[in-house]
């Protein structure tokens, strides 16, 4: 759909693709406000989560799998919350919303990232807004390739 941003993201919004599964891009979020945090796409233009198709929730089921298992080798998350929210397309008086799912892996014990520790300080809680989410690049960095390294294997 033209005039969807979300259906043409440029190159640099796609560096840190993680996996592409045939119909969902997984991203790892700009925010690491919890380490791992990913965004799922959906690779056309679909506005809800009722109007996915059977193909499309087989690949979700797999993803979610897939993801948990990753976060959970990887950098030790104990759960993952999972969430469709879509809000900030209904800022718009017209709005155009293109369905994606983020997953924020949560922790009990700190996680550490090239010496610099990252904590949940509100497990066994709603996640936080405000928590400040932009890490280091080079954190960025090692973040994405532990976790590629994983799911490309
Ligand atoms: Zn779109």
Same mark, same amino acid.
């Given at each position: 759909?033209?005039?969807?941003?979300?259906?043409?993201?440029?190159?640099?919004?796609?560096?840190?693709?993680?996996?592409?599964?045939?119909?969902?891009?997984?991203?790892?979020?700009?925010?690491?406000?919890?380490?791992? &945090?990913?965004?799922?796409?959906?690779?056309?233009?679909?506005?809800?989560?009722?109007?996915?198709?059977?193909?499309?929730?087989?690949?979700?089921?797999?993803? %979610?799998?897939?993801?948990?298992?990753?976060?959970?080798?990887?950098?030790?998350?104990?759960?993952?919350?999972?969430?469709?929210?879509?809000?900030?397309?209904?800022?718009?008086?017209?709005?155009?919303?293109?369905?994606?799912?983020? %997953?924020?892996?949560?922790?009990?014990?700190?996680?550490?990232?090239?010496?610099?520790?990252?904590?949940?300080?509100?497990?066994?809680?709603?996640?936080?807004?405000?928590?400040?989410? &932009?890490?280091?690049?080079?954190?960025?960095?090692? %973040?994405?390739?532990?976790?590629? &390294?994983?799911?490309?294997?």
């Amino acid at each position: 759909m033209t005039g969807c941003d979300w259906c043409h993201l440029s190159e640099e919004d796609r560096e840190y693709l993680l996996c592409d599964s045939g119909c969902w891009s997984v991203f790892l979020a700009d925010e690491q406000d919890y380490i791992g &945090r990913c965004v799922l796409v959906l690779d056309r233009h679909c506005g809800s989560m009722a109007e996915l198709t059977d193909d499309e929730w087989q690949d979700l089921l797999n993803l %979610v799998r897939k993801l948990e298992m990753c976060l959970k080798t990887v950098f030790g998350a104990d759960l993952c919350n999972w969430s469709c929210l879509m809000n900030s397309f209904f800022k718009d008086p017209e709005p155009c919303p293109h369905l994606h799912i983020h %997953v924020r892996p949560r922790y009990r014990n700190p996680v550490v990232i090239n010496g610099n520790t990252y904590a949940d300080d509100a497990f066994g809680h709603h996640y936080t807004h405000d928590k400040g989410g &932009r890490i280091p690049e080079e954190d960025m960095q090692a %973040v994405f390739i532990r976790m590629k &390294r994983w799911l490309d294997s």
